[in-house]
T-cell receptor
Framework: AQSVTQPDIHITVSEGASLELRCNYS??????LFWYVQSPGQGLQLLLK??????LVQGIKGFEAEFKRSQSSFNLRKPSVHWSDAAEYFC????????????FGTGTRLKVLA | KAGVTQTPRYLIKTRGQQVTLSCSPI?????VSWYQQTPGQGLQFLFE???????NKGNFPGRFSGRQFSNSRSEMNVSTLELGDSALYLC??????????FGPGTRLTVL
């Protein structure tokens, strides 16, 4: 069965430090991959997506993610975190064969220290 | 282009009542999906509608139902509300089957 794992429930970083949020998926084919961010009480905002092509994708707010097929991973990175990046981050996989389905990870809550 | 809108944003109901939530997708988008988000269960898929037909369904009881109109607007209904139905209900739209764009959600509190 398809699944998405975000191993870190909480991450705390200092403002200005680099950030990497992990995401691993289980799916037989190459899925569509997404990262979303959610501020408290709000909906999810799309940060970036990967469908095919260059495995390093750039998103909004200075985020990037790298698809590694051999590791079934799609980790999110940012070189320098800002206090406004504090939020919850969700990795998602969309299946590309059969019935189209979106599967979300359980989220990683990011805290930024001033 | 306007984003996904959901109404109402907040709702308080009592056990046993029923509720209807509304979602207007981005103009031109034909697929609308609904999710329930709770602290304990995370984001759980309810169902997806495409061109007025339910195309996918999650693992929720029959008390949860939905529909989509010819203008792609969608409603979801929950009958006989239970305390455990308190959650943020999120709607997402997509053009066909690719990127989902989310609305701000409806916060439902069941007392």
């Amino acid at each position: 069965a398809q699944s998405v794992t975000q191993p870190d429930i909480h991450i705390t970083v200092s403002e200005g430090a680099s950030l990497e949020l992990r995401c691993n998926y289980s799916y037989g084919a190459t899925p569509y991959l997404f990262w979303y961010v959610q501020s408290p009480g709000q909906g999810l905002q799309l940060l970036l997506k990967y469908f095919s092509g260059d495995t390093l994708v750039q998103g909004i707010k200075g985020f990037e993610a790298e698809f590694k097929r051999s590791q079934s991973s799609f980790n999110l990175r940012k070189p320098s975190v800002h206090w406004s990046d504090a939020a919850e981050y969700f990795c998602a996989v969309a299946t590309t064969s059969g019935t189209y389905k979106y599967i979300f990870g359980t989220g990683t809550r990011l805290k930024v220290l001033a | 282009k306007a984003g996904v809108t959901q109404t109402p944003r907040y709702l308080i109901k009592t056990r046993g009542q029923q509720v209807t939530l509304s979602c207007s997708p981005i103009s031109g988008h034909r697929s609308v999906s609904w999710y329930q988000q709770t602290p304990g269960q995370g984001l759980q898929f309810l169902f997806e509608y495409f061109s007025e037909t339910q195309r996918n369904k999650g693992n929720f009881p029959g008390r949860f139902s939905g529909r989509q109109f010819s203008n792609s607007r969608s409603e979801m209904n929950v009958s006989t509300l239970e305390l455990g139905d308190s959650a943020l209900y999120l709607c997402a739209s997509s053009l066909i089957t690719d990127t989902q764009y989310f609305g701000p959600g409806t916060r439902l509190t069941v007392l």
